[in-house]
């Protein structure tokens, strides 16, 4: 187990591959946020039937380009009662999980280079989901420290909504990703592609249920629409990033779309397969990066066409989808696979198994309902919003 | 498909018509009686119209134009009246294009044309003067370099003054009744309401859209 690159002991080789391997992936994820943010816009502008970006470089492509590098030349504000040193470490906070969750995701096969084998692949750690997850619970921090060292009240009610929503959410695509872990029975992030292989992508063998309650629970972990009450203009000016300008804003900015970036990257590691595809004899080391980017291309493009679509949801629609229904269809779906995989491992009848989980769920779907209409009752004025 | 269909409509949308152009290469043409920069027109023997009454800095709500008049030098005359705009300034800092000026002028000496595309990086380039406001000897307005002129514009400068020049009386609808300016000669009158409605029908619904 393991990335081979370190069997034989560390030398120069070694550290210079690893130091490649850092470059072309903190290289590929600012290209990658470049590219996001214009084809956000691209793609966003033609469902809206307008025209979008059209007038840095051809097709607009340098648009981000540009406004980056108007974003370093502007003023960097800081408010008079922020709290100086965390408003300047927020911003580092958001950025550095960001590029850290890549670390872990398998984006090709294994590769030689200068006799040694490697895998394309940062890290390898047999805890590689474990720290995704912990790389998005430090995300939070950046969005709540910011809103809090604001010192101002939009920031901070952005940032009470990002940790609370960032929470919720939190633990249905927990139990999303547990059920993958089951799927591969490791933590790590090239067991769980390599347990895919052939075709059998977690997306239907876990049936479709963790994938999209994934998707729902990545799409507001990432603050973005339907999800982004966190920085709803219309309420909260920009949320907990109104008191940022210049290159601080930038990272945020930077770090949010490269959240996009990694999360599809992490969707296409745990439910897609990763870089598995057809393989093809000619440049077999290059096809496998070619699947990858094309499943992340999709990925990239539903974030897209989800925004150009939903309208943004209200604060208690969010919560009752967060816990009354994604945590408890995830942590049902999580036991029933769990119930699936012993039965077949002790031999048990699987229609059996199967009608005993359909009924038991049915069971608790109605206790579910039954509370859920109790607390209303309990509640009113709380079930009159 | 109940939920879905947002996301069918939206999808659907990505190889539809656009309703937005690319503005800056591509520019859709200007209503009839859009107030742009002014210019100041010449009868057609180089005559300048402007007889330096001042009605136009008097109408003037935003008082952004000053005019001094002065008597006709007898061996050359500038404007075929007793007098002439001897100073004509416009500031385009404060002109607001209510085009009253326009209304106000007894001699159509000033009318506006379609160019709204016009920006300074300096407040003395915002103050237009005689030597910038009057027209070529071709009739056309003067192009400055900070100035937006799409060929075809030129042609714009003065077509849509009839409806609302003292003539513009409705019992004068289709009657010529202003003098010629250089280079066009007499313009044609506007179109009567009934046939210019007509003309203005959009062909079908959201007939303005443009593939991309």
């Given at each position: 187990?393991?990335?081979?690159?370190?069997?034989?002991?560390?030398?120069?080789?070694?550290?210079?591959?690893?130091?490649?391997?850092?470059?072309?992936?903190?290289?590929?994820?600012?290209?990658?946020?470049?590219?996001?943010?214009?084809?956000?816009?691209?793609?966003?502008?033609?469902?809206?039937?307008?025209?979008?970006?059209?007038?840095?470089?051809?097709?607009?492509?340098?648009?981000?380009?540009?406004?980056?590098?108007?974003?370093?030349?502007?003023?960097?504000?800081?408010?008079?009662?922020?709290?100086?040193?965390?408003?300047?470490?927020?911003?580092?906070?958001?950025?550095?999980?960001?590029?850290?969750?890549?670390?872990?995701?398998?984006?090709?096969?294994?590769?030689?280079?200068?006799?040694?084998?490697?895998?394309?692949?940062?890290?390898?750690?047999?805890?590689?989901?474990?720290?995704?997850?912990?790389?998005?619970?430090?995300?939070?921090?950046?969005?709540?420290?910011?809103?809090?060292?604001?010192?101002?009240?939009?920031?901070?009610?952005?940032?009470?909504?990002?940790?609370?929503?960032?929470?919720?959410?939190?633990?249905?695509?927990?139990?999303?990703?547990?059920?993958?872990?089951?799927?591969?029975?490791?933590?790590?992030?090239?067991?769980?592609?390599?347990?895919?292989?052939?075709?059998?992508?977690?997306?239907?063998?876990?049936?479709?249920?963790?994938?999209?309650?994934?998707?729902?629970?990545?799409?507001?972990?990432?603050?973005?629409?339907?999800?982004?009450?966190?920085?709803?203009?219309?309420?909260?000016?920009?949320?907990?990033?109104?008191?940022?300008?210049?290159?601080?804003?930038?990272?945020?900015?930077?770090?949010?779309?490269?959240?996009?970036?990694?999360?599809?990257?992490?969707?296409?590691?745990?439910?897609?397969?990763?870089?598995?595809?057809?393989?093809?004899?000619?440049?077999?080391?290059?096809?496998?990066?070619?699947?990858?980017?094309?499943?992340?291309?999709?990925?990239?493009?539903?974030?897209?066409?989800?925004?150009?679509?939903?309208?943004?949801?209200?604060?208690?629609?969010?919560?009752?989808?967060?816990?009354?229904?994604?945590?408890?269809?995830?942590?049902y779906w999580l036991l029933l696979i769990a119930a699936l995989r012993i039965g077949r491992d002790q031999g048990w009848n699987a229609g059996v198994?199967?009608?005993?989980?359909?009924?038991?769920?049915?069971?608790?779907?109605?206790?579910?309902?039954?509370?859920?209409?109790?607390?209303?009752?309990?509640?009113?004025?709380?079930?009159?919003? | 498909?109940?939920?879905?269909?947002?996301?069918?409509?939206?999808?659907?949308?990505?190889?539809?018509?656009?309703?937005?152009?690319?503005?800056?290469?591509?520019?859709?043409?200007?209503?009839?009686?859009?107030?742009?920069?002014?210019?100041?027109?010449?009868?057609?023997?180089?005559?300048?119209?402007?007889?330096?009454?001042?009605?136009?800095?008097?109408?003037?709500?935003?008082?952004?134009?000053?005019?001094?008049?002065?008597?006709?030098?007898?061996?050359?005359?500038?404007?075929?009246?007793?007098?002439?705009?001897?100073?004509?300034?416009?500031?385009?800092?404060?002109?607001?294009?209510?085009?009253?000026?326009?209304?106000?002028?007894?001699?159509?000496?000033?009318?506006?044309?379609?160019?709204?595309?016009?920006?300074?990086?300096?407040?003395?380039?915002?103050?237009?003067?005689?030597?910038?406001?009057?027209?070529?000897?071709?009739?056309?307005?003067?192009?400055?370099?900070?100035?937006?002129?799409?060929?075809?514009?030129?042609?714009?400068?003065?077509?849509?003054?009839?409806?609302?020049?003292?003539?513009?009386?409705?019992?004068?609808?289709?009657?010529?009744?202003?003098?010629?300016?250089?280079?066009?000669?007499?313009?044609?009158?506007?179109?009567?309401?009934?046939?210019?409605?007509?003309?203005?029908?959009?062909?079908?619904?959201?007939?303005?859209?443009?593939?991309?």
């Amino acid at each position: 187990m393991g990335d081979p690159l370190f069997e034989e002991g560390i030398d120069l080789a070694v550290v210079l591959i690893v130091a490649g391997k850092v470059l072309v992936i903190f290289g590929f994820l600012l290209v990658a946020v470049l590219f996001m943010v214009w084809f956000e816009r691209k793609v966003i502008s033609d469902m809206q039937s307008r025209i979008g970006p059209n007038r840095a470089g051809p097709w607009g492509l340098l648009q981000t380009l540009a406004d980056g590098t108007k974003l370093f030349f502007k003023e960097d504000l800081m408010p008079d009662r922020a709290d100086r040193r965390v408003f300047r470490l927020a911003p580092f906070l958001s950025i550095v999980p960001a590029f850290a969750a890549f670390a872990v995701v398998p984006f090709g096969g294994t590769i030689s280079i200068a006799g040694h084998r490697t895998h394309l692949q940062l890290a390898d750690p047999p805890v590689g989901v474990l720290f995704l997850l912990a790389m998005s619970g430090i995300a939070v921090y950046g969005v709540m420290l910011a809103g809090w060292a604001s010192g101002s009240k939009y920031p901070l009610l952005g940032s009470v909504r990002a940790s609370a929503q960032m929470v919720s959410y939190e633990a249905a695509m927990s139990l999303a990703i547990a059920t993958a872990v089951l799927a591969a029975g490791s933590l790590s992030t090239r067991d769980i592609v390599i347990a895919q292989e052939g075709w059998r992508w977690n997306l239907w063998v876990l049936g479709v249920v963790p994938f999209v309650v994934f998707i729902i629970a990545a799409t507001a972990e990432l603050n973005r629409p339907p999800f982004d009450l966190v920085e709803a203009e219309q309420e909260l000016v920009g949320g907990f990033h109104t008191e940022y300008a210049s290159i601080s804003f930038a990272l945020f900015f930077l770090a949010e779309f490269m959240n996009t970036v990694t999360m599809s990257a992490i969707a296409v590691t745990l439910f897609l397969g990763g870089p598995n595809g057809p393989r093809i004899g000619f440049l077999p080391d290059l096809w496998p990066v070619v699947w990858f980017m094309a499943k992340l291309l999709l990925f990239l493009f539903a974030y897209v066409w989800l925004r150009a679509t939903l309208p943004r949801f209200r604060y208690d629609q969010l919560m009752d989808l967060g816990w009354k229904k994604l945590i408890p269809l995830s942590l049902y779906w999580l036991l029933l696979i769990a119930a699936l995989r012993i039965g077949r491992d002790q031999g048990w009848n699987a229609g059996v198994v199967l009608g005993v989980g359909v009924a038991v769920g049915g069971v608790g779907w109605a206790v579910l309902g039954a509370a859920l209409k109790q607390g209303a009752k309990v509640q009113p004025a709380e079930a009159a919003t | 498909m109940g939920y879905l269909d947002g996301f069918r409509i939206t999808l659907k949308q990505m190889w539809g018509d656009r309703v937005t152009n690319a503005y800056p290469d591509v520019k859709r043409p200007k209503p009839d009686r859009f107030h742009g920069r002014h210019v100041l027109n010449r009868y057609e023997d180089g005559m300048e119209k402007c007889i330096g009454c001042e009605l136009c800095a008097g109408v003037c709500p935003a008082r952004c134009i000053y005019v001094r008049g002065a008597d006709n030098p007898p061996d050359a005359p500038v404007s075929p009246g007793e007098r002439y705009g001897f100073v004509y300034e416009i500031n385009y800092l404060r002109c607001i294009h209510c085009d009253l000026c326009v209304e106000a002028c007894p001699t159509e000496a000033i009318t506006e044309s379609k160019l709204f595309e016009f920006s300074f990086t300096d407040r003395q380039d915002a103050i237009y003067t005689k030597a910038e406001l009057v027209v070529g000897d071709d009739g056309h307005p003067r192009k400055l370099p900070w100035e937006d002129w799409r060929p075809g514009d030129e042609e714009h400068t003065s077509a849509w003054v009839r409806a609302t020049a003292p003539s513009g009386d409705a019992t004068f609808e289709g009657r010529v009744g202003w003098s010629a300016e250089l280079g066009f000669g007499v313009r044609s009158p506007e179109k009567d309401q009934a046939s210019a409605a007509e003309s203005q029908k959009p062909a079908k619904p959201g007939g303005a859209r443009k593939k991309r």
